[in-house]
């Protein structure tokens, strides 16, 4: 229904009108045997200039409708333009991201390299491929906002399968090279794990030879497994059959106990930059991360951490035993190049010591 009120209305007054609304629809029709009860949402749009026919208007009051909170006394929202600016924005991000997909544009979408320090070795022993997003009008993109999206708009399967053969690639040019014995990490969304087919794609992939698998490694979050743990475990398990290793993202930050973490089909668990940064707040008292590392190697678990940024983290990592360190102290992530060439200066300096 639209309902027209006449002009200057004062927020608060339309609030109260709308909210009779809802309220007249409380009390289910008694009429015939069946009670029918009506669920109303409404979207209140200011009437403009710009608005040069109904469906202008319209328009605005649909898009609106999606910013309606979850937990409001009243499903009532008011058009905002920066709800248009956001849509807009959207919708820029999804065209790139299907001409990107659909190898029409080869320049805006491409994946940074992180590398991981082995603490043992004092060797980098591989990389996490990060996802960039770089639009000319709206500049760089952060992959939270444009994963998510895709997430959204279902398009992360096709995304993430594109993602997967840059890194590939990307190990593929290192083995040409002769550089053997390092990883690259690939993020994977939950989605992806949970479609069906996903394990058969990955046996088929062209691009996803005896050599790249071995070389590969799969990071994924902890907040998927919450609802789908028994499935996404066996899908796990088809994974590491292939030869994939297998990494718990971002942990600490969910749900998993180290008991559940035991039956996961994984290799290494990251522990969450929360957990990092606060060392140096709390040096000597900071017996969690210490916990977690030694509690994650009884199980036969490897211990990356993420988000290193200074050398008491990395003492105190160092002192506590853990295996491998991530972090802007060793590099940001690195364009392709970059990272090769500091793989090369940093693990030739270290065998001429
Ligand atoms: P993540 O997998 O936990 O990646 C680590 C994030 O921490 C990256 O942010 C990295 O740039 C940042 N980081 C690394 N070292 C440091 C440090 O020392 N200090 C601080 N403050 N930050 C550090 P980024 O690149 O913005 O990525 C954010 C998240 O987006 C990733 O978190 C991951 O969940 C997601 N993501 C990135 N690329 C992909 C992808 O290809 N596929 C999927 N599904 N998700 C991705
Ligand atoms: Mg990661
Ligand atoms: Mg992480």
Not at 124 to 138: K, P, S, V
Not at 247 to 272: A, M, N, Q, R, Y
């Amino acid at each position: 229904f639209v309902v027209v009120s006449g002009s200057g209305e004062a927020e608060e007054r339309l609030r109260k009108l709308a909210e009779r609304r809802i309220c007249s629809c409380d009390d289910p029709g008694s009429e015939g045997t069946d009670l029918q009860y009506v669920d109303i949402q409404i979207a209140i749009v200011e009437i403009q200039a710009r608005h040069t026919s109904t469906d202008k208007i319209l328009q605005d009051a649909l898009l609106t409708f999606p910013h309606i909170e979850e937990n409001a006394a009243h499903p009532i929202v008011f058009f905002d333009e920066r709800m248009e600016k956001s849509l807009q924005r959207e919708d820029k991000i999804m065209k790139v991201l299907r001409d990107v997909i659909g190898g029409k544009d080869e320049i805006s979408f491409y994946l940074e390299y992180q590398p991981k320090l082995d603490l043992n070795k004092s060797r980098i022993i591989g990389f996490e491929a990060l996802a960039r997003l770089r639009i000319d009008q709206l500049g760089q993109i952060p992959p939270d906002e444009f994963i998510a999206l895709a997430e959204k708009k279902l398009l992360i399967n096709e995304l993430g399968n594109h993602i997967l053969q840059l890194a590939a690639d990307f190990l593929g040019r290192m083995q040409g090279q002769g550089i053997e014995d390092i990883t690259v990490a690939v993020n994977i969304s939950g989605i992806q794990l949970l479609r069906e087919g996903f394990v058969e794609y990955l046996q088929r992939a062209p691009y996803l030879s005896g050599r790249i698998l071995q070389a590969m490694e799969f990071e994924i979050t902890e907040s998927v497994l919450l609802e789908h743990y028994e499935q996404i475990n066996e899908t796990l398990e088809q994974i590491k059959r292939m030869g994939i290793a297998v990494s718990l993202d971002d942990f600490g930050t969910g749900f998993s106990s180290l008991s559940t973490i035991g039956e996961l089909h994984i290799d290494t668990v990251k522990i969450d930059r929360f957990f990092i940064s606060r060392i140096s707040r709390l040096p000597d008292q900071d017996l969690i991360t210490s916990d977690i590392i030694s509690m994650a190697h009884k199980i036969g678990l490897l211990v990356v951490a993420e988000g290193v940024e200074d050398e008491r983290q990395e003492a105190y990592l160092r002192k506590h035993g853990c295996d491998i360190i991530q972090g802007y102290l060793i590099s940001r992530p690195l364009a392709e190049q970059d990272a090769v060439a500091f793989l090369r200066d940093y693990n030739d300096s270290e065998r001429e010591q």
